[in-house]
């Protein structure tokens, strides 16, 4: 942890009023961005297929996007019903 915090305060003044600007930048310099892009196409990709095997490409893909690869489970969710639902007391049922 003393190592994280020393990367993220490294040519940081703690008396700039811009130092926690400088301290979030140097925390986003840390982070494996590629692989983590990398992962992010591999999980749309997935559901992408898993979408268009069961006929929800458009919503897997959404899903996916948001939620990595939990969205995995959107096409095999239940289906909302087409229309409103009857009115009670309505011959239609």
């Known amino acids: 942890m003393d190592e994280l915090l020393a990367r993220a305060l490294q040519g940081v003044d703690p008396d700039d009023p811009a130092a926690s600007v400088k301290i979030f ?7 494996p961005w590629e692989a983590m892009i990398i992962w992010q196409v591999v999980f749309i990709v997935v559901g992408a297929l898993l979408g268009w095997w069961k006929g929800r ?24 019903p087409a229309g409103p639902p009857p009115l009670p007391g309505s011959k239609k049922r």
């Open 25 to 31: 930048l140097n925390l986003m310099a840390l982070v």
């Open 57 to 80: 490409f458009t919503a897997t893909v959404l899903a996916s996007l948001l939620l990595g690869p939990l969205g995995w489970a959107v096409p095999f969710l239940p289906r909302r």
